[in-house]
């Protein structure tokens, strides 16, 4: 396995990620909440080590 490059770039609330390819994915945080462009996930920061993460992609709604 080798080195992989991975970089992130954050402006305010807004984090662009960028790996060898380049562009990545996009990321927003406000507070505890946060949402991914790429895995189209709401996460929640809980106290301590957990949080809480909803998939959209494979939720039944």
Same mark, same amino acid.
């Given at each position: 396995?080798?080195?992989? !490059?991975?970089?992130?770039?954050? !402006?305010?609330? @807004? %984090? @662009?990620? !960028?790996?060898? +390819?380049? !562009?990545? *994915?996009?990321? %927003?945080? %406000?507070?505890?909440?946060?949402? +991914?462009?790429?895995?189209?996930?709401?996460?929640?920061? @809980?106290?301590?080590? @957990?949080?809480?993460?909803?998939?959209? *992609?494979?939720?039944?709604?």
């Amino acid at each position: 396995m080798g080195l992989m !490059f991975r970089s992130r770039k954050k !402006f305010g609330p @807004l %984090i @662009l990620n !960028f790996t060898e +390819n380049g !562009f990545s *994915s996009w990321s %927003i945080k %406000i507070g505890r909440w946060s949402w +991914n462009s790429k895995a189209r996930a709401h996460r929640v920061d @809980l106290p301590g080590p @957990l949080s809480w993460k909803q998939d959209k *992609s494979r939720s039944r709604s």
